[in-house]
């Protein structure tokens, strides 16, 4: 399974934050290989978000490396993600594997 994560900065307006979420889930639960989206905010974000510079944070799993970049590629998505670029967010990629 792989992740996207998008990260918020803490300083964006949370009314914009939101926005922006409800569109990225939707344009990810559109997507093939799609398998589940959540939103984490405050203590929920885990130690590594303490440091203060992260409001909320949207992670997405996809069934392969191929589902999450043609999710992060695809034309629907391309006008949110330069949205959330200029509100300073990272997006990471992640593989997920059991022990």
């Known amino acids: 399974m792989y992740r996207a994560m998008v990260m918020f900065p803490k300083s964006a307006r949370a009314a914009e934050v939101d ?13 093939p290989g799609f398998q589940a989206v959540t939103r984490s905010t ?3 974000m885990g ?18 490396l191929d589902d999450v970049l043609a999710a992060l590629h695809a034309e629907d998505f391309h006008d949110v993600k330069t949205a ?7 997006i990471f990629l992640f593989e ?4």
């Open 19 to 31: 926005a922006l979420i409800e569109v990225i889930a939707s344009s990810f639960t559109a997507s």
């Open 84 to 90: 959330t670029e200029a509100l300073g967010t990272t």
């Open 96 to 99: 997920l594997t059991t022990a």
């Open 47 to 64: 130690p590594g978000a303490k440091g203060g510079e992260v409001g909320a944070i949207l992670e997405a799993d996809f069934a392969s």
């Open 42 to 44: 405050g203590a929920l």
